[in-house]
């Protein structure tokens, strides 16, 4: 206690100097009399014949924040982004702006002055974050809920010190309430031994909606951006200093070369690619870890109250959040390799439910079918190459200058991505002499949409459009003040009420304008840039986003003046990344057959067992195996076809998802004959019976 009460002395001191900083900095601007934005044709066309002093290299936050940055202090700037604007990491967060309280129980309790200075700049930008774009973000409640008594002080603590540190930049004190207004708040609680909660604050946000409209901010102020340009080389000149880049237009495959006297690197878990690009000796920074969320239905969680889960049972936490009326469940934290399109396992998805399940009341259950989508993201950890222990990875961000003088910036969060970019065009114009770079401008700049936002937004909407409460809803808070031009686009219903906004789903508050708009203003090109980052359809759910496909493809075709076989192409494209959001083909399984967590826990100990060589797949010989130990007799040709029977992608094998689809469409009322299942259900009650027939039947998934 003494260690966190000095600590607290110590936060407020230091929280204090930095608001005082903060406040010194921080100026609210309005750049709405900014020129419109350009269209991504007259953007490629720039690229292809200005030189510009910074180019920038990656669409995510870091790499939006890095190019309005530049572009603000009087710089000429331009970004490029191989994929769509926020289609990596930066779309697939956990929603949140915040310090990292968990960060800060490091820094207490192991004297990590790096985590405590990431806690007290994160807090700092949190609060700029949330003011700069209202209609994006707002504060949100978080309950830690608590079933011993000695940790109501103890997390109270923790979070009255999370208070301290951010000082002027709090939202609201943290405090303590009560058995009975804990269940009142969130009263899917469960309530055996529960003693009460501690309630802290932080932000929240529509991550790739934040990244678009940093990006369009940029363009409004002279920046030239493009998403879907890949770099494939570095120039140097003849002095070795970086000059430029050749790009490829991912779209019509033409290759230009983009002059510029310096490049930031700006590519998150794709680090090093670009480094090596630069330089092939360099050595890999790196060490990307994939974190992945479920969304549950909205009635999972209260509409404006989060949990946190301090203490999972190996070592994690998880946060419970509501967010655009569903509910956001994660994350987790496996080591891996960078992949541009990475899912969710269904060990990793099992995990949460199985975490979030002990904290509920007995008599809600959340089941494997209740995951409306889940997405995987990828998170950047690094290590500095300049530090006396370069192996160590970093939990802040780092910045590398190559010897041809190109600037790398990696690591850190998205709440600090403005800090980030300064700290990076800092680095950029000392290092290549931009004398005429003013000053960081960005702090308190006003995004895209924010200019003269209000809270009434909303209703102004419903009385000046006619639109229905929920579209007026979404509408403020995806657009904020730019609504007002979409809503210049729209269409009538054909109903009494409400007279505009077509919607896109029955149930979902996604308009048919709002297609048109994206592919106009905000640079969508692909039907899978509206479903996964112009709206979050995908992130939401997954079937109703493979539902309304053919109608936004139709929508984009007309705009973009595809014929037939490339509006199929666009189809097939979008529902690729559907499946690696969670969207499964059931045909040939009870659909709402679904696994309790007992059952899954059952079925795949006995995947496990079945796995002789521990692969992570079932092959036809351990099937054979399996029946021979329990005295059945099966040929190999019987066990091939019982792979063939459940083998949805054709590999060969039984993979752990496919087993447990199948396991699935049988739990609890068998399907007729299904001979995987009957070998599962005789190995996992030992028994010894006749020959499994050879009809086919049930198929698989």
């Known amino acids: 206690m003494n260690r966190v009460l000095a600590a607290g002395a110590v936060g407020l001191a230091g929280a204090v100097s930095l608001y ?19 269209s991504r044709v007259d953007q490629l066309s720039r690229l292809k014949s200005e030189e510009f002093d910074v180019l920038v290299i990656g669409g995510g936050a870091t790499g939006a924040g890095c190019v309005l940055d530049a572009q603000t202090r009087g710089l000429r700037a331009a970004l490029v982004e191989r994929g769509d604007f926020s289609s990596g990491t930066s779309s697939r967060s956990t929603k949140l702006i915040h310090g990292g309280i968990r960060y800060l129980q490091n820094a207490v309790f192991h004297l990590d002055k790096e985590q405590w200075d990431l806690v007290c700049e994160a807090l700092a930008e949190r609060k700029n974050l949330l003011e700069s774009a209202p209609h994006l973000s707002a504060a949100l409640p978080i309950m830690i809920p608590v079933y011993q008594w000695w940790k109501l002080p103890y997390y109270y603590a923790g979070t009255l010190l999370y208070d301290l540190v951010s000082w002027g930049a709090r939202l609201k004190w943290s405090r303590v309430i009560s058995k009975e207004t804990t269940l009142e708040e969130f009263p899917m609680l469960r309530e055996k031994d529960l003693k009460g909660a501690v309630v802290y604050y932080d932000g929240q946000q529509n991550d790739a909606r934040m990244n678009v409209m940093l990006i369009l901010s940029a363009a409004r102020a002279g920046a030239a951006v493009s998403n879907y340009i890949q770099v494939t080389e570095i120039l140097h000149g003849e002095d070795g200093k970086t000059c430029g880049a050749m790009c490829r237009d991912s779209n019509t495959g033409e290759i230009f070369q983009v002059k510029a006297k310096s490049i930031i690197n700006a590519t998150g878990p794709f680090t090093d690619s670009i480094r090596k690009m630069d330089d092939g000796a360099s050595e890999s920074i790196c060490s990307p870890s994939t974190g992945v969320h479920i969304v549950l239905p909205g009635y999972f969680s209260p509409t404006n109250m989060g949990l946190l889960d301090p203490e999972t049972s190996d070592g994690r936490i998880i946060f419970f959040l509501p967010w655009e009326r569903y509910t956001i469940a994660g994350t987790t934290d496996t080591p891996c390799v960078p992949h541009a399109r990475p899912e969710a396992t269904e060990r990793e998805i099992q995990f ?10 007995c008599n809600i259950k959340v089941r494997r079918g209740d995951v409306l989508a889940a997405w995987s993201g990828i998170r950047p950890l690094v290590r500095d190459p300049s530090a006396a222990n370069s192996a160590a990875l970093s939990r802040n961000h780092v910045i590398e200058i190559s010897k041809s003088g190109l600037v790398t910036i990696a690591g850190g969060k998205w709440t600090t991505y403005r800090k980030m970019a300064e700290d990076a065009v800092d680095a950029v114009t000392k290092e290549h002499g931009f004398e005429q770079a003013s000053p960081c401008n960005t702090l308190g700049i006003l995004v895209e949409g924010a200019q003269n936002y209000h809270h009434n937004l909303a209703i102004e909407l419903c009385q000046r459009y006619g639109f229905d409460s929920e579209v007026a809803e979404h509408l403020a808070h995806n657009y904020g003040t730019q609504a007002h031009e979409l809503a210049k686009m729209v269409q009538l219903t054909g109903k009494r009420w409400p007279l505009f906004g077509k919607r896109l789903v029955a149930d979902m508050p996604f308009i048919e304008s709002e297609v048109k708009y994206a592919v106009r203003y905000e640079y969508a090109c692909h039907v899978k840039d509206f479903i996964a980052r112009r709206t979050r359809l995908a992130f939401l759910n997954v079937q109703a986003a493979r539902e309304c496909l053919p109608r936004v493809a139709e929508l984009m075709a007309e705009e973009l003046g595809w014929n037939e076989e490339q509006l199929e192409a666009e189809i097939k494209d979008a529902e690729g990344l559907i499946k690696s959001m969670g969207f499964k083909l059931t045909s040939g399984v009870k659909e709402n057959s679904l696994l309790s967590l007992a059952d899954y826990n059952k079925y795949l100990k006995a995947f496990e067992d079945l796995d002789v060589d521990k692969t992570g797949v079932l092959r036809p010989a351990e099937l054979f195996e399996a029946c021979k130990n329990l005295g059945l007799e099966l040929s190999i040709e019987d066990a091939i076809n019982i792979v063939n029977e459940v083998d949805t992608n054709r590999n060969g094998v039984i993979d752990l998802e496919e087993f447990l689809m199948i396991m699935a469409g049988g739990a609890g009322e068998r399907i007729v004959d299904n001979r995987l ?3 599962v259900e005789l190995h996992i009650e030992g028994e ?3 020959r499994i027939t050879t009809q086919r039947s049930g198929g698989g998934v």
């Open 20 to 38: 005082n900083s903060y406040q010194t900095k921080s100026k609210v601007r309005d750049v709405s009399s900014l020129p419109p934005v350009p």
């Open 677 to 679: 299942q009957k070998l």
């Open 352 to 361: 949460i439910l199985s975490e979030i399940d002990s904290y509920f009341d």
């Open 688 to 690: 010894k019976t006749e």
